[in-house]
């Protein structure tokens, strides 16, 4: 039997940085929650929501230690984790990025400290992957990212009055200038690697373009998520995730956003039907093709 847990964080709102406010973030929280409760089996009270001043870092992580404690513990085995806000990059300090950046996200309380960021107000790609690495394989994580982490994608259609990119850049040109010369490995990467390599990782865009924050029929949302929620319920459990992603990409080029989202999972999971699975999907004979 499935014991699910969710996290779905949205960040419109930033302490320090009120110029930088995002505005479809809260309603990709909601959108994501109804997804997961209509399509995926998920109870209200499985769901936690974390926004704007309760998003902080402290709350993300303790949120997200705390599922990872009660999967250890045999009270999960399905988790989910959507983040829609601004996403930035800082300079690698543990130097596991060869003359690279890593790719961090922005909570709440992201405030700077001398010229870089304050990393007790920032989580870097290195913090998640060290959380989610002890999971055992006897439980699926699905992580949705509705962010970005480069500026240098960005293009003129990107800065339309009805989108906006969910980039942070660095605080100063100083740590600018720390980064400008490195590439960042991306952060699915980082999250796909040593361990983790079970589990489903959806970006909202390739890691040289930005996500879009847009107004899309009537109300603001990641464009990304809007498009992801679609096309998962038009499809009714039938399509495998690799065709709601091909869905999902010819939605936003129709639309004329430059992101293009990606799916980074095992070819099994990637072909099976987008619902929950019992037991890990590397664990089960999944057939390559789904009916349509």
């Known amino acids: 039997m499935l014991h699910r847990n ?28 109804s997804l997961l409760k209509d399509m995926l089996g ?12 309760d998003a902080t870092k402290t709350n ?14 045999g009270q999960y085995n399905h988790l989910v984790f959507s983040f829609s806000g601004h996403g930035t990059q800082v300079p690698d300090l543990n130097l596991d990025e060869f003359d690279r950046a890593d790719e961090a996200f922005c909570p709440y309380d992201l405030a700077p400290s001398g010229p870089q960021w304050d990393r007790d107000h920032l989580i870097v ?44 850049p660095p605080p100063s040109i100083e740590a600018f200038r720390d980064i400008e010369y490195r590439r960042a490995r991306p952060a ?25 924050d847009a107004f899309i029929q009537g109300s603001w949302h990641g464009a990304f998520t809007w498009h992801l929620c679609r096309e998962a319920r038009a499809c009714g459990n039938h399509l495998s995730r690799a065709k709601v992603l091909a869905k999902v990409r010819a939605d936003l080029s ?3 956003f430059t992101q293009t989202p990606q799916l980074d999972c095992e070819a099994l999971t990637r072909h099976a039907v987008l619902k929950v699975v019992e037991v890990p999907p590397n664990l089960v004979p999944l057939p390559t093709e789904m009916p349509t």
Not at 196 to 212: F, R
Request: with cysteine; charged share 20%; net charge negative.
């Open 254 to 256: 129709l639309a004329h």
């Open 60 to 73: 993300i992580l303790r949120e997200l230690r705390r599922m990872v404690d009660g999967a250890l513990a």
């Open 188 to 212: 699915h990467l980082k999250l796909m690697e040593k361990g983790l390599s079970h589990h489903i990782l959806w970006t909202a865009c390739k890691d040289s373009q930005t996500a879009a």
């Open 125 to 168: 790609d290195d913090e998640l992957h060290n959380l989610f690495v002890q999971l055992p394989q006897t439980v699926v994580l699905e992580v949705y990212l509705d962010t970005c982490h480069s500026g240098t994608g960005l293009r003129a259609a990107d800065l339309l009055l009805d989108r906006r990119p969910k980039y942070m």
């Open 42 to 53: 998920f109870e209200d009270s499985d769901i936690t929501r974390l926004t704007d001043q």
């Open 6 to 33: 969710a996290l779905c964080v949205g960040i419109n709102q930033y302490q320090h940085f009120p110029s930088a406010s995002l505005n479809g973030c809260l309603n990709d929280v909601q959108d994501m929650a």
